[in-house]
């Protein structure tokens, strides 16, 4: 019923905000969604129906928005990364692409010591001891940077691949 009532005025917003049919009716079904799941939040002393849908709408367009201009900045990096297509010239398949795109963006947010370890152990294949005689830093200390940041790219890991698709970590095929 609020569906019937409400979706032409959610649809026309969402049409208007991400100017894509389809992303529109994906919206408008996240909008509703969204209602259903938090419905304990309307309080009609507040406002309407149609404006908490509205309101609800306005920030699924957005988050809309900010998800098509990170796939377009995705795609336009996995380009970049792959240069010309050759064919049977060896090239790194898109997967493999963005699964290295995934960790270096992961990287990025790791604290400064513990990105630089990891790059060591894993980039330039050091032991641990090695690993702390360059950086100068305890051996124990070494180790827990390693620890806790795999730890912290598993999780990473793990969520993205839940949230956009790709392998989890520890499944079949993944990297």
Known sequence: MAYERFGPAVYHLAVRGVGS???????????????WL????FDP?????LGWFLGIARRKVVDQIRASARDGRITEEVRRLAGPVREGAGDAP???IIDRL??????????GEQRRVLELAFYDDLTHAQIAALTRLPLGTV????????????TRWEVDGAAFGTRA???PGAR
């Open 21 to 35: 049919v389809t992303d529109a009716e994906d919206v408008t079904q996240a909008v509703f969604v969204a209602a």
């Open 38 to 41: 938090g419905r304990e939040g």
């Open 45 to 49: 002393d507040r406002g309407s129906l």
């Open 94 to 96: 898109p997967d493999r």
């Open 102 to 111: 995934v960790l270096a963006d992961e990287m990025a947010h790791l604290p």
């Open 143 to 154: 180790k827990s940077h390693l620890r806790r940041g795999m730890a912290r790219l598993r």
């Open 169 to 171: 970590a520890g499944t």
